[in-house]
């Protein structure tokens, strides 16, 4: 499962459901929101920032493993889907 924390972090967690193992994604000053997984599993599109713009970082390793940036628009884009 992966979540959004509420507390002042506003980070982006998984948790192993079976073990109850939580991984820490994300660790920034910024809000980071609406977390959803790739229907492969091996990522996670977000809404980060003051600029609220859909990244991508590996399901894994998060922001460490790599973090891409996919709208440019200030838009304040929401609730990214894969299709």
């Not at 192993?16 to 599993?41: A, E, H, R, Y």
Request: charged share 25%.
């Amino acid at each position: 499962m992966v979540y959004e924390s509420l507390d002042n972090s506003h980070d982006i967690f998984t948790i192993d459901l079976n073990n109850s193992d939580v991984v820490q994604l994300t660790n920034t000053n910024v809000d980071n929101k609406d977390p959803t997984w790739s229907p492969d599993g091996t990522k996670i599109a977000f809404v980060k920032g003051n600029e609220d713009d859909i990244y991508v970082m590996g399901a894994e390793d998060g922001e460490q493993g790599g973090l891409q940036r996919l709208t440019f628009n200030g838009d304040h884009d929401r609730a990214p889907s894969w299709s």
